[in-house]
């Protein structure tokens, strides 16, 4: 067995958050080895024009986080494509899948999650498709060029925006949806009434309350059934219901996991020299993994600071996710717990959906087109301002004189 070489600060992940957490430790003025184990063959690179760009563009370029030249100058003794196979905590030894070995003074677990499918069935059909990696964006972008009817399983987020961009290629596209309503587990019900309007708008089918979605196999072909419709064929099925995440080392190491990796507000877990970043960790005071490309970054900048410095300020930034369908940008801010009193200010530009609790303070903003409002709804959310809904909800009132 090979002897484990010394690696000085690992990170297992080179997406978003292992990009930002290894760039940050540069930056911090970290100048020992620093290794980064990735399994995919590219410089880190960012998710959300996966979904948006990649598919509409065919020259869309990798949406890479930094230059090639910054990525160079980061010194980073890649591990690539390879994986981390598993993790000895005692021994702070990270074992990679073709049998080295790597000693580490600190790890980073930066792994993300992986598309869920409902069963094994679906990810062998060679209609069904999934994304989560720049390969899935390229082949998915590929099939949709001869695609006339596309099938989208899940009304998500992703779902939703693989429907927007595939609807702008000529598709015809039905959503099926198992909630009753779209976006249930992140937005109320006001919100999901909108969304499903801006996409029946556009001419998309959409079927919520669909209970179970069954995939049936006709000589290759793939037909969608649910519970509450007989099985049509489709050219193509996109199932986005949601992500896996890749807690396998973690729990292999022994670490704290509920939901997701257990992390303290400086990203560390239940072992002190490994931390944890991105869709993986939990998010420190909401109890849940949030999955968005802000808490990816500012949640791993706040861990690789805090890996320098066990003193550095913990993170503490709001919820913010955004989304971006048709030439609709909507915003999310805050989750939806705890909320009394629901307010929507529509003006001809735009529609703000606001959720305050018992008290009139803010838990909740999702914006549609009108980024100002969020800028402002993050100020009100740090300080905890008392609003008065009646003024939310008048388009006539400037809501700057709430600053
Ligand atoms: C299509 C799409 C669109 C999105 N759009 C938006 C959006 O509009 N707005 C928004 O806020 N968020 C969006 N997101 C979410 C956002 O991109 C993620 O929250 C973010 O990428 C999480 O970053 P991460 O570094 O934690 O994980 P990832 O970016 O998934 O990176 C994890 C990396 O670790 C690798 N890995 C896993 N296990 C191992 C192992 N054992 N060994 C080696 N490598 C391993 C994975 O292959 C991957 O490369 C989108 C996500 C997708 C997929």
Not at 296 to 312: G, P, R, V
Not at 352 to 379: C, P, W
Request: overall charge negative; some cysteine; charged content about 20%.
């Amino acid at each position: 067995m090979s002897q484990p070489e010394p690696a000085g600060i690992v990170i297992i992940g080179g997406g978003q958050a292992g990009g930002w957490a290894a760039k940050t430790l540069r930056d911090r003025g970290y100048a020992g080895r620093l290794t980064v184990v990735s399994d995919e063959p590219y410089d880190f690179y960012e998710r959300p024009p996966l979904s948006k760009a990649a598919l509409l563009d065919g020259n869309a370029p990798l949406s890479r986080l930094f230059s090639e030249e910054v990525v160079a100058g980061l010194n980073i003794d890649w591990c690539r494509p390879l994986r981390a196979a598993s993790i000895d905590a005692p021994q702070q030894i990270v074992h990679l899948s073709d049998g080295r070995q790597l000693h580490f003074d600190q790890l980073l677990i930066a792994t993300g999650g992986r598309p869920r499918l409902p069963d094994a069935r679906w990810a062998e059909h060679p209609r069904v498709m999934t994304l989560r990696s720049w390969d899935d964006a390229a082949k998915l972008r590929q099939a949709l060029q001869d695609c006339r009817t596309l099938a989208i399983v899940g009304g998500g987020w992703i779902g939703l925006e693989i429907a927007a961009s595939a609807r702008r290629m000529g598709a015809d596209v039905t959503v099926f949806e198992r909630q009753p309503a779209l976006c249930m587990r992140s937005v109320g019900a006001d919100v999901s009434q909108a969304l499903l309007e801006l996409h029946q708008q556009q001419g998309i089918r959409v079927q919520c309350g669909c209970g179970d979605i069954q995939l049936e196999d006709r000589n290759g072909s793939a037909w969608i059934g649910s519970d509450i419709s007989d099985p049509q064929p489709f050219d193509l099925v996109v199932v986005g219901i949601g992500v896996e995440l890749n807690l396998e080392l973690a729990y292999g190491a022994g670490l704290k996991v509920d939901a997701g990796i257990v992390v303290d507000g400086q990203g560390r877990t239940s072992h002190p020299a490994i931390f944890a970043a991105g869709d993986v960790a939990r998010h420190p005071t909401l109890g849940l993994c949030l999955q968005s490309w802000a808490y990816a970054q500012n949640q791993a900048i706040s861990t690789a600071c805090a890996m320098l410095d066990a003193f550095a300020s913990p993170y503490d930034d709001v919820a913010w996710l955004w989304s971006d369908q048709y030439d609709v940008n909507i915003q999310i801010l805050g989750v939806p717990a705890g909320g009394m009193y629901h307010v929507v200010r529509r003006t001809p530009q735009s529609q703000v959906f606001f959720t305050l609790n018992a008290d009139r303070q803010l838990v909740q903003m999702v914006a549609f087109n009108d980024a100002r409002t969020i800028k402002l709804g993050k100020r009100w959310l740090a300080s905890g301002r008392v609003l008065e809904p009646q003024q939310l909800a008048d388009a006539e009132f400037s809501l700057m004189a709430l600053k």
